[in-house]
């Protein structure tokens, strides 16, 4: 009778990770990019989603993964200087419908120029490139268990006098989606009354 009880309660710790793991769907991405039309300057930067329709994973508490969420690039063939070196803000805002919920996620982008004082005399530099850097991590979720992180990227980097434009030379940014370690109080409740119902089977035999 203890042996069974043993391999019963063995049986439940190894189930305990897939009542606990949560399945996510991906429904939508907007992408609020800087817009050409600002007088105050910046570099223009376009966007293209990595998933068409629904993307849908599975974490458990404690676990992580990583997906491609997005194209960056810029199709301007220059930074201009100082126009382009303005930093301009981002947002991604990441909408789930499982769990229903969304993550809104806030950066910039910016022009860069290599060997600036050349820049100033010539209006032309050497290496030249797009980057976008992003605030975070942002936490999600009706009890705020989930994060979600994206990452930095380089882009259309050129070398000798111009930017490499184009979807082509752009970068790809990644969405890092971390479950925390604490399960749902649901999860907890499904496990307690699993427990409580193998004491009451070992107390009536």
């Known amino acids: 009778m203890r042996n069974r009880n043993l391999l019963l309660l063995l ?27 600002n007088p105050n300057g910046g570099l223009a930067v376009q966007y293209a989603p990595s998933h068409q329709g629904d993307f849908t994973f599975t974490l458990n508490p404690g676990g992580q993964t990583t997906f491609d969420l997005f194209k960056i690039w810029t199709p301007e063939d220059a930074v201009n200087y100082p126009d382009d070196l303005i930093p301009q803000t981002i947002t991604a805002d990441l909408i789930f419908t ?6 809104n996620v806030s950066g910039e982008t910016v022009g860069h120029l290599q060997g600036q004082f050349l820049c100033q005399i010539t209006h032309k530099c050497p290496i030249q490139w797009g980057e976008v850097n992003w605030n975070g991590p942002v936490t999600f979720g009706d009890h705020d268990q989930f994060t979600v992180s994206l990452s930095d990227e380089i882009f259309n980097e050129g070398f000798l006098w111009g930017l490499d434009e184009g979807k082509c030379d752009g970068a790809i940014v990644k969405a890092t989606v971390t479950y925390a370690q604490t399960p749902e109080p649901a999860s907890l409740a499904l496990l307690g009354a699993g427990m409580l119902g193998m004491l009451g089977l070992r107390r009536k035999r």
């Open 11 to 37: 049986l439940v710790l190894l189930l305990a990770p897939a009542l606990f793991a949560d399945t996510f769907t991906l429904h939508s991405l907007n992408v609020t990019l800087y817009n050409p039309a």
């Open 98 to 103: 499982a769990p229903p919920t969304d993550a």
